[in-house]
């Protein structure tokens, strides 16, 4: 019997998630010997004994525990040493360093049976987690990810947590957060003056408050929630009013599969994106008669759902509670809270109660948001569940900070071949977010080890981001917004061109001081050449025509018509046409007026055009609202033109204004003309391609921007382009609107 030994070098998310101890089973089950350990690039393991033993062992690699992720696996043989036993062997002081941090993952199902097994000693104990499941982001402070460096230091594990910490065969082997309810975290309910509610039972309380129409705020795993029972309209509703929350839609959290299928329509793909141990929010479409409080989600026909992913949601769904509201714990535009102190100042006008437990949250990180599309999905935040694991580059490079975008911002730091992508930031408008996107730079460069040897911005001077930046000793470039944009779905294919990028977005600053926002660009890893975009049409009042959409309602039908007084259209009949003229004079001045060829501004314009809405209490509301009013089936499609200036194709928008203005005239039904316009943009990206492919001969289409967050146009485009013959590549990994822009700006530092 031939006996060899096997070296065995493992990369990817495979420390503090069960790794070593299913090694040691495996090689156990084998029977063989040797060693394993963690090392500086993941896991090491020398496995010896008969041939086919050890090729059994091999191939048993391939099913790890479930939140390990192996990205790479090199093996070279060598003769037997004679080891005597198996062991696991202290890691190599010192060199876990750029090794892995896994996400926060939810309860698995072996602890969900724990938790609800009268006979176990952690019978409805909050916090229990083993390797498989628990927190991980939110709770390092430092690596190696020992519980020393977790906020889990402050609890000392009793003998019981301690023996099974301790045996490689248990599932809590190496478990960090391990605890029980002899040794753990424990829950305390509050009132929102601070006052301690007395209780042995602070969920059963709460599950009661919950029932009698309280707003509760609990306190999770990234932070914060507000919670409230999401089928009362008046608790809902009030949640809103106290929230400074208008109608931007409230996720829910259901306590399982079937009451989620009461609600939305759900198949397959999305019932995997609802159970996976991610557990992020995911937008279904709403089913009609869907028991839920009208103030959950006005004017959608979609709803964000979520299963409980945390042993404490569990519970608090164990007792009758079918669907609670749960919401980020801020005030609107402010970041999620997560420090108990912030949470009560914070959050005591909005909550009646407090429900929160004394395991310190060391990094503040929401629920990421996903949107299934054809059995792929869309994200619209990465945040808890993803970050921070990384996304592996096209290359080795310059280790780089990407400081983003200023709105939905994340960072992005790089080392070697990878990209470790920030959780969701947030709005870059207030000192909470911005203190929030510093510590968090320091966090990853402490945790991933990285000290970064240049750094990448937007291009707007305004951008606090770009402040950052200019304000750091390194070496520093401006990426273009919505190339970074195109770069950051390249960077997810790990491609670097020559390709095709059609970029629809929201505003992102240009050249010349233009804002861009609807091109068509060939791009290769180092630059762009600008094919074509959106004609040119002023912003008036600049940022102010964001959350006003009827400016640039009333800028296109001017251009188009001159004079708005004679056009009998209810959104003119609506108008404050002084007001317009005021504005119009500063338009015609050039006054605070950018020229922009945005696409996002062009569904604003259709949107309060057709009356649905002129101004908008969140981003990209108006845009939102026009894609549910799509009448599926509808096939028509205006007229478009496409000019050639200088040798750049420009897509003019006006012949499409104007038939819009004639399908109102006619009393045509606006769900049609919604319909009509989003077949018009399709049609207007395919022809484009074309007109690029002819130009250039390439036929890889790279789809970004803001706008690729509409799936009706996402979905169709798609097809289209692809019956067309071009390979078109969408957003898997990161968002397609600015959460994205950091990779993007990273793939180009490294890259350069
Ligand atoms: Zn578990
Ligand atoms: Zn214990
Ligand atoms: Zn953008």
């Excluded at 987690?129 to 628990?134: A, D, P």
Aim: hydrophobic share 40%.
């Amino acid at each position: 019997m031939e006996e060899i030994r096997a070296c065995v070098q493992i990369e990817g998310v495979v420390q503090g998630v069960g790794f070593r101890p299913f090694v040691y089973g495996l090689a156990l089950e084998h029977d063989l010997k040797g060693w394993v350990l963690n090392d500086e690039k993941g896991v090491m393991i020398e496995i010896e004994g008969e041939k086919k033993r050890v090729d059994g062992f091999l191939s048993g690699l391939s099913f790890p525990p479930p939140i390990a992720t192996i990205e790479k696996t090199s093996i070279l043989y060598l003769p037997p040493l004679g080891y005597n036993d198996f062991e696991i062997r202290g890691s190599i002081e010192g060199e876990e360093r750029v090794a892995r941090i896994s996400p926060d993952i939810a309860t698995c199902k072996d602890c969900l049976n724990e938790l609800f097994d009268p006979h176990d000693r952690r019978f409805h104990y909050p916090f229990i987690n083993c390797t498989n499941c628990g927190p991980r982001f939110t709770i390092i402070n430092d690596i190696p990810y020992d519980r020393a460096n977790t906020t889990m230091a402050p609890f000392r594990m009793c003998p019981l947590c301690s023996s099974e910490y301790h045996d490689p065969s248990n599932r809590r082997f190496h478990a960090q957060p391990n605890a029980c309810p002899e040794c753990g975290p424990t829950l305390k309910l509050f009132t929102n003056l601070g006052k301690e509610i007395t209780t042995h039972n602070p969920i059963g309380e709460t599950i009661a408050l919950l029932k009698m129409g309280k707003i509760v705020a609990i306190k999770g795993l990234g932070g914060f929630h507000l919670a409230c029972d999401a089928t009362r309209e008046e608790v809902v509703s009030r949640l809103r009013a106290r929230k400074y929350r208008e109608d931007k839609p409230f996720a829910l959290m259901c306590r399982d599969l079937e009451v989620i299928k009461r609600l939305c329509l759900v198949y397959d793909s999305s019932r995997e994106l609802l159970t996976s141990k991610e557990r992020p929010i995911v937008i279904l479409l709403r089913k009609k008669g869907a028991k839920i409080a009208p103030s959950v989600v006005p004017f959608q026909k979609t709803l964000g759902v979520m299963l409980p992913y945390t042993p404490l949601h569990h519970l608090l769904f164990a007792e009758g509670v079918d669907t609670l509201v749960m919401t980020s714990g801020n005030v609107s535009d402010e970041p999620i809270a997560f420090e108990d102190r912030e949470a009560f100042d914070r959050l005591k006008q909005i909550a009646d109660f407090f429900l929160v437990h004394n395991r310190e949250i060391r990094t503040r990180c929401d629920d990421s948001v996903l949107k299934p599309l054809k059995g792929t999905v869309t994200f619209l935040r990465r945040a808890r569940g993803f970050a921070p694991f990384p996304i592996k580059l096209n290359r080795d490079g310059k280790s780089t900070l990407a400081c983003g975008a200023d709105l939905k911002n994340t960072f992005c730091l790089t080392k070697g071949n990878v990209a470790f992508l920030s959780q969701h930031i947030g709005d870059m408008e207030n000192f909470e977010t911005m203190s929030s996107f510093e510590e968090g730079v320091e966090l990853f460069k402490q945790l991933f080890q990285i000290e970064p040897e240049c750094v990448v911005h937007d291009l707007h001077p305004d951008y606090l981001s770009t402040r950052y930046a200019m304000d750091l000793d390194l070496p520093r470039t401006g990426v273009q917004h919505h190339f970074a944009h195109a770069l950051s779905l390249m960077a997810e294919h790990e491609s670097v061109g020559p390709a095709l990028a059609v970029v629809m977005d929201g505003t992102g600053y240009g050249e010349h001081g233009t804002i861009w926002g609807g091109e068509f660009l060939e791009v290769t890893v180092r630059g762009y050449k600008r094919l074509g975009h959106l004609r040119y049409i002023p912003m008036p009042g600049s940022n102010m025509a964001v959350k006003e959409p009827w400016r640039m309602a009333a800028a296109y039908l001017e251009r188009i018509y001159g004079d708005l007084e004679g056009l009998k259209i209810p959104f003119i009949e609506g108008l404050n046409l002084e007001r317009w003229s005021q504005i119009g004079k500063a338009v015609s001045a050039k006054i605070n007026s950018p020229l922009c060829s945005s696409m996002g501004r062009l569904f604003d314009a259709v949107s309060a055009i057709l009356g649905v809405r002129n101004t908008v209490n969140y981003e990209g509301q108006a845009a939102m609202e026009l894609e549910q009013m799509v009448e599926e089936g509808e096939m028509g499609e205006y007229p478009l033109e496409i000019l050639e200036e200088k040798a750049t194709l420009i897509v003019n928008p006006d012949p499409i204004i104007e038939n819009i203005v004639e399908d109102i005239r006619k009393a045509e039904s606006p769900f049609i003309i919604s319909a009509r316009f989003h077949n018009s943009i399709i049609r207007v990206i395919s022809r484009m391609a074309q007109r690029m492919r002819e130009e250039t001969g390439i036929s890889d289409i790279f789809l970004s921007g803001g706008v690729f967050q509409n799936h009706f146009l996402l979905g169709k485009v798609w097809d289209i382009l692809k019956e067309d013959g071009f390979k078109v590549y969408t957003h898997q990994k990161v968002p397609p609107n600015d959460g994205g822009i950091s990779l993007g700006q990273a793939y180009y530092g490294v890259n350069r």
